[in-house]
């Protein structure tokens, strides 16, 4: 009895898969369950700080990023002897502020985090599906190249990577990008053949939906769950990435602000001047985990299996 | 003296959306070689409330009791290492699912040796002799060769088996089977209860059977408790109770087996469901689903005495008639 | 299980062909004349030029050329460094120890602490015990590790004075190579203190590459405990009276381990990755900070051979890992 009426609940919420009322109901319980998530909810906020911050720099920053003023090497922050209430965080080796360059570094890292997943999930996710669902040599030749890239530590290829595109942002971030996407491509290839058989796409094939619409209209959104979490997921390995990539010196070059380059010009000045190395690492700690809070608590509320009854 | 007696047993489960009365003020009692059958749907608490008594339930699962003895001994006061050395030994169990209540990781010797090192002072070697005794004992063949199999290469019957052995392996007073046919096939169900029956007249053991069904209970159980949404409604010897059952759910229960089923063949059916968290009813639990209730059944039921069953009921049963209105009817021919 | 294993390998030949055909692109992907690059800073002559065009067959059509690559590989011929002019296969097997010296130590802190926390966190469920935990390995799993390892220097290096900043041991030491272990070259030399040296300088770096690993087993234990506490057969350990130490640490364990071995396997990779960025911090002479000045150096042909060699050796350490699965999971053991 109550099998029936399951079965017959799914069948609907497929049918109604495009309508407003029953999207909303989804989002709702997601939400609900989001929003249950302490830690979830402070990764939210303080990534929607983080956001404000680098969308507003221009207004907030005190200093222009690369203003090098010469009476002002290395100041400490504020709070410390020697310090300047002008150089809230101190100056840098040449005299930029750093608090402003932090404020503006969020727009690069936010920026790469975008870029990265935009490129490896929209990459990904039609890799994948064209592996799903038609399957054959294509997938299995698909599904081997995958294994080859992820046979290699992530941050080894990208570096190799950029030492063939030549060192820069653009370069680093494309790399990374390749390097992420396997992840996506396995994620879609999965979902879509748990998906491609279920009663919902065959009836939609029997009414003569063609490939494309069968792809990416009918089976597309069933999967987009996981491979959200796994977008969020990759955002923050993406910031990560870049600033390693950075601080070893193959990514963004200075004086770019980006955090991670802002780490390597400091390096030398790591026992003299704490706070040039402190805060750059401490905004990508705080960023990163932001968003691995927010990713947690995603996975959380989107898997059935952890919610309470 | 009874082997186990308990008293006004409740348990609470602590969920997400409050308080939810799983068992609620159950009386159990059973005595020394005694199969005790306790029937009921999902639902009506009846392995809650043994896995209360082993202790085996979460920490959100809150037990009171009035008084939980077994063998002259009061597990209420006593502490959880004393407890431990009473589980396993004296009162063992066995489960449901038998396919996954083996830890797959171990071999079938190890589990069964494991309840004989931690419950007596066998060395290895007599375990193992005793290990092979005991899987001769239920019946599974070559059990020299089975000794180093893991679940996953047994069937569900031979699973069951090997479970039935582990319970047994420290002669325990006590054995609890939760359901233990359920997941078997038909075939299978009768050969495992065949061989809890021998086993309980053979080794002096007494036997709680959880079970849902009429038909098991017909074939082992010397008594019977009923239970239904977390309460006893009624408790007789077997015969009577099929004979004559004194609560309406009992009744209907009954009604229900196929054997009985009405000359054209249609199978009645109890409509409704057992209430849940938040629908109880206000008054006698079976009230929505009684086809006897009065208005007085939603203000409460009343426990009736041993001749009437236990039944917790204004208007129980006798002969498939409610007591006043034989009285009516009895009054009324006068 | 050897069938099994030999599936996994072959498995593996088709991902080794590709991973070579990567090895062997990049030097034909990177911008500008290979031999101009190979020849590095000082250029070459016109004749010397067409001579080392024949020496390395890039006149040869390319799929020749990538087979006379694969014989190459395959009689243990991994190119020459421009730079050093020594084979790269020699110079990595000299490097090499180092970095194992620090991954394993690294991997045996992040298992030694990462287990009995994600255990402690899964029994604990929901208590300020479990989400400390778990807010500290969150925190561990969105580490920049660079910056940490430069925060560590300047408390431990800068502040506390109690560590040096980089290499493996004192210069004040000096001892043949036996085994490529610091740790144990250390004590067969016999001087006094080398040992306490190499320690003091293996400490940092082992923290900071165990980190992001020990949340990710912290993490996935806690995780894979908790699906293992709710199953049956934890439920059938306690019924036999077992103590919580042994229900816990024996028959949960156990079955949660198989999960998290593949994750400590997949960890090499990682702990791969994150010795590149370690070894350039503490300047531990190791493959990742060889990789990365070959990188800058422009020795091409070091990268190339050094990321086959790489790939291949994480290859290797994923089959051990299928090995010990294998080995661990009884499903799979035949």
Not at chain 1, 32 to 48: H, M
Not at chain 2, 285 to 308: H, N
Request: with cysteine; proline share 5%; charged share 15%.
């Amino acid at each position: 009895m109550t099998d029936t009426s399951q079965i017959v609940e799914e069948d609907l919420e497929h049918v109604e898969e495009h309508a407003g009322p029953a999207r909303r109901g989804r989002l709702g319980e997601f939400w609900y369950y989001f929003s249950q998530n302490r830690g979830a909810v402070t990764g939210l906020v303080v990534f929607t700080i983080i956001v404000l911050v680098a969308l507003f720099a221009p207004l907030i920053a005190p200093h222009s990023p690369s203003l090098q003023n010469r009476d002002a090497f290395l100041v400490p922050p504020f709070w410390q002897e020697g310090g300047n209430a002008a150089y809230i965080l101190g100056t840098d080796a040449v005299g930029r502020d750093i608090l402003s360059r932090l404020i503006f570094g969020a727009r690069f890292s936010l920026f790469i985090g975008v870029f990265v997943v935009v490129l490896a999930m929209t990459t990904g996710i039609i890799i994948g599906l064209i592996a799903g669902y038609v399957r054959g040599w294509v997938d299995t030749a698909i599904m081997r190249v995958m294994d080859v890239i992820l046979a290699f530590p992530s941050l080894l290829l990208a570096l190799v990577l950029v030492a063939i595109l030549g060192p820069g942002l653009l370069n680093a971030m494309i790399a990374i990008a390749l390097v992420l996407q396997p992840h996506f491509v396995r994620l879609t290839r999965a979902s879509v053949m748990s998906e491609r058989n279920r009663e919902y796409v065959i009836s939609s094939r029997v009414a003569g939906a063609g490939v494309f619409r069968l792809m990416f209209i009918t089976i597309l959104p069933n999967c987009m769950a996981p491979l959200i979490v796994q977008g969020t997921l990759s955002f923050s390995n993406a910031i990560l990435d870049a600033a390693a990539l950075g601080f070893l010196g193959m990514g963004a070059q200075p004086p770019t602000p980006e955090w991670g380059t802002m780490l390597a010009e400091a390096r030398e000045f790591i026992l003299r001047a704490w706070w040039v190395v402190t805060f750059p690492g401490l905004a990508i700690l705080v960023t990163v985990l932001a968003i691995n809070l927010m990713g947690d608590g995603m996975r959380d509320a989107l898997d059935p299996r952890l919610k309470k009854s | 003296m009874s082997l186990l007696e308990i008293r006004n047993l409740s348990v609470t489960f602590d969920t997400a959306s409050g308080p939810f009365r799983a068992v609620d003020g159950v009386d159990v009692s059973v005595d020394a070689r005694e199969i005790l059958s306790i029937v009921g749907e999902s639902g009506s608490g009846k392995s809650v409330s043994m896995l209360a008594l082993m202790g085996l339930l979460p920490d959100t699962a809150t037990v009171t009791a009035d008084m939980m003895r077994f063998d002259g001994r009061d597990l209420l006061t006593m502490t959880k290492r004393q407890k431990r050395s009473v589980i396993g030994r004296d009162i063992a169990m066995i489960f449901q699912e038998p396919m996954s209540s083996l830890n797959p990781c171990f071999t079938v010797e190890f589990q069964i040796s494991e309840m004989l090192r931690r419950h007596t002072d066998l060395d290895r070697s007599a375990r193992r002799k005793r290990a092979i005794e005991l899987m001769e004992a239920v019946g599974i063949p070559s059990p020299e060769k089975r000794l180093g199999t893991f679940p996953h290469q047994l069937s569900g019957g031979m699973s069951q088996r090997v479970m039935i052995a582990m319970a047994t392996s420290c002669r325990p007073k006590l054995l609890i089977a939760d359901e233990p046919t359920t997941a078997l096939d038909v075939t299978i169900q009768a050969q495992i209860l065949d061989l809890l029956k021998d086993l309980c007249a053979d080794n002096d053991m007494a036997l709680v059977l959880i079970t849902h069904d009429m038909g098991v209970v017909a074939q082992m159980a010397d008594r019977v408790q009923v239970q239904y949404a977390g309460q006893k409604v009624e408790e007789q010897q077997v015969r009577p109770l099929f004979a004559d059952p004194h609560h309406p759910y009992t009744a209907a229960l009954l009604s229900a087996l196929p054997e009985r089923a009405t000359a054209r063949g249609h199978l009645p059916s109890i409509r409704g469901v057992v209430p849940g968290q938040f629908d109880r009813p206000p008054g006698c639990l079976f009230e929505p689903r009684c086809s006897f209730a009065v208005e007085s059944c939603r203000r409460g039921a009343e426990r009736q005495g041993p001749d009437l069953g236990y039944a917790l009921c204004n208007r129980p049963l006798i002969n498939g008639v409610p007591a006043d209105e034989r009285v009516a009817d009895a009054q009324v021919k006068a | 299980m050897i069938r099994f294993l030999l599936r996994k390998f072959g498995l593996l030949i088709p991902t080794f062909i590709g991973v070579s055909i990567i090895a062997f692109a990049f030097i034909r992907l990177l911008p500008g004349d290979p031999i101009t690059l190979l020849a590095g800073e000082r250029g070459v002559s016109a004749e010397r030029y067409e001579a080392l065009q024949a020496a390395y067959g890039f006149d040869k059509p390319i799929i020749v050329q990538y087979v006379n690559y694969l014989g190459d590989i395959l009689q243990g011929d991994f190119g020459t460094s421009i730079v050093t002019k020594r084979p790269v296969l020699e110079e990595f097997m000299q490097l090499f120890p180092a970095t194992l010296e620090l991954s394993i130590c690294a991997i045996i802190l992040a298992t030694a602490i990462g287990i009995p926390a994600g255990i402690l966190a899964a029994v604990r469920r929901g208590s300020f015990t479990d989400q400390s935990i778990m807010g500290v390995a969150l925190v561990g799993y969105s580490m920049p590790i660079f910056w940490w390892g430069l925060l560590l220097i300047i408390l431990f290096s800068g502040v506390l004075q109690w560590t040096p900043v980089s290499g493996r041991i004192s210069l004040l030491y000096y001892f043949p190579q036996v085994t490529g272990f610091m740790l144990i070259d250390s004590l067969l030399s016999g001087q006094a203190g080398a040992f306490k040296s190499a320690v003091s300088h293996l400490i940092l770096p082992t923290i900071v590459l165990a980190t992001i690993p020990l949340a990710v087993i912290a993490r996935q234990t806690r995780s894979a405990m908790l699906e293992v506490l709710s199953e049956d057969y934890v439920r059938t350990a306690r019924s036999k009276g077992l103590g919580p130490f042994r229900v816990i640490g024996l028959h949960a364990l156990r079955n949660a381990l198989i999960p998290v071995v593949t994750t400590i396997g997949l960890q090499v990779g990682v702990l791969l990755a994150g010795a590149i960025l370690t070894e350039s911090i503490f300047s531990w002479p190791g493959i990742g900070k060889w990789m990365v000045d070959s990188v800058f150096k422009r020795d091409y042909s070091v990268v190339q051979g050094g990321l086959l060699l790489i790939a291949g050796m994480i290859m290797l350490v994923n089959l051990l890992v299928d090995l010990v699965y294998g080995l661990i999971n009884p499903r799979i053991r035949r």
